[in-house]
Nanobody, 127 residues
Framework: QVQLVESGGALVQAGGSLRLSCAVSGHTFSGLTMGWFRQVPGKNREFVAV????????HYTDSVKGRFTISRDNAKNTVYLQMNSLKPEDTAVYYCAADFRYGASMVVTTSSGYLYWGQGTQVTVSS
């Protein structure tokens, strides 16, 4: 069974940085497309970033381009989301997601496209 465990969420001031981690077990990590999503109460889960299984392609939602960076370490079975220049509107529960069905050049930006999810980690950015 595939398990995803996020960590790294915290309370931070606007302009600060955080790095989220998502550790994966139960599947060959190098074969997984990995995504980050976020959700605030009362709203749908929103795509943030994705990285293909070989790390060759990444894609970001417009609101985080230039501030967030997704990366992966296949030796550690972990995907990261480096978040810089944080804004209050980045406040949300952040979830990592995984799926094994996609090719090396396919980026998936919809939540319905992922089979496996973590439990989420809270990021709060104060103004």
């Amino acid at each position: 069974q595939v398990q995803l465990v996020e960590s790294g969420g915290a309370l931070v001031q606007a302009g600060g940085s955080l790095r989220l981690s998502c550790a994966v077990s139960g599947h060959t990590f190098s074969g997984l497309t990995m995504g980050w999503f976020r959700q605030v109460p009362g709203k749908n889960r929103e795509f943030v970033a994705v990285i293909t299984w070989n790390g060759g392609f990444t894609h970001y939602t417009d609101s985080v381009k230039g501030r967030f960076t997704i990366s992966r370490d296949n030796a550690k079975n972990t995907v990261y989301l480096q978040m810089n220049s944080l804004k209050p509107e980045d406040t949300a529960v952040y979830y990592c997601a995984a799926d094994f069905r996609y090719g090396a050049s396919m980026v998936v930006t919809t939540s319905s496209g992922y089979l496996y999810w973590g439990q989420g980690t809270q990021v709060t950015v104060s103004s």
